[in-house]
């Protein structure tokens, strides 16, 4: 009982502090042309995939992100946990997840059940569709211990608002969309 109170208060905070846009909004409004490269690369370059997969988080984040070629190879070596790589069934999603959502995502397609110790995060700053062909915004992942501390959220998409994917599953998490937009309003990244 005592976990799960504390689960369910890391998880409150945890959404309390995205949904504020605390840490996103630098990411998101990188817009600014201080943060704009002089010269772009080619598209096709390792230099504007790193760029394209460095801008699916923030600076926090991406800064000493690990960053992999849609082919695993590692284009830039990080320092941190972070590793921005693209995902999604095309494999055109930029990403940037932590150790503790690769292990889920790598459960998740082996059809194993994850085991993950704490919460984990992905960030999907460029939205995403889906394997139905639901599109979604700009978003952070939350990927909890136990999917049953997610039932206080709703199940189903609604603007703007938390809301658990894959609920009932072992392998429902949390959707904290970010940036104020709607289901639908995706920004294309840049580069592809």
């Known amino acids: 009982m005592k976990r799960n109170i504390v689960n369910q208060s890391l998880l409150v905070a945890a959404v309390a502090i995205f949904s504020g846009l605390g840490l996103v909004a630098p990411a998101l409004a990188n817009q600014n042309e201080a943060d704009q490269p002089k010269k772009k690369p080619k598209a096709d370059s390792d230099e504007a995939v790193i760029q394209t997969l460095l801008s699916a988080g923030p600076e926090s984040v991406t800064k000493h992100a690990t960053v992999l070629s849609r082919a ?9 946990e972070w590793v921005c790589r693209f995902a999604g069934l095309a494999g055109d999603t930029p990403t940037c997840l932590d150790s503790q ?92």
């Open 72 to 80: 695993g190879k590692v284009l830039q070596q990080g320092s941190g």
């Open 101 to 192: 959502s690769r292990a889920y995502f790598k459960a998740r397609f082996q059809g194993k059940t994850p085991q993950v110790d704490r919460i984990g995060l992905t960030y999907m700053l460029h939205g995403m569709t889906t394997d139905t062909g639901m599109q979604m915004p700009p978003h952070v992942m939350v990927i909890v211990p136990d999917p049953t501390d997610l039932k206080q959220f709703p199940t189903a998409p609604q603007s703007g608002a938390p809301w658990v994917m894959k609920a009932n599953t072992p392998y429902a998490h949390l959707i904290i969309p970010v940036g104020g937009l709607s289901m639908g309003a995706i920004p294309q990244p840049s580069g592809q």
